[in-house]
């Protein structure tokens, strides 16, 4: 009895399936929504205040520094922009060297201060 011929793996030639695309590549369609998802969060953050110190903090600065955030004044002991002592940057919150720390970093402080304890605190500029 003689069996069909059967073809052997070997002898069979498969083609490859042709690839949609490159697997690497990333569609363009993609890229859009990924790019349209991040414009989107970006514009979802609350963007920062300016801190900007209210017109009587602004008096007190230009008097006790002429507004200068890294002034140094009293022999070292007062400070920034409001001339804090370390004591009272401290106090408020602050760390490190007041004069160091950026302006808008001093017009918050300064603003706790105020709001704590009135213009007393800067006695020949508050008044």
């Known amino acids: 009895m003689a069996f069909p011929a059967v073809a052997s793996a070997a002898a069979v030639e498969l083609a490859p399936a042709p690839l949609a695309s490159d697997p690497f590549e990333r569609p363009a369609a993609n890229h859009d929504v990924r790019s349209a ?48 002592s370390v004591e009272t940057w401290q106090a408020v919150g602050g760390t490190g060297d007041p004069a160091a720390a950026p302006e808008a970093e001093q017009d918050r402080r300064a603003t706790i201060l105020y709001n704590q304890s009135g213009p007393g605190q800067w006695p020949l500029c508050g008044s």
């Not at 998802?37 to 007190?60: C, G, N, W, Y």
């Open 37 to 84: 998802v991040r414009s989107a969060q970006r514009d979802a953050r609350p963007k920062p205040r300016p801190a900007t110190a209210s017109p009587a903090l602004e008096a007190i600065a230009a008097c006790e520094s002429g507004g200068d955030p890294a002034a140094i004044g009293g022999g070292g002991l007062y400070r920034g922009k409001y001339q804090f």
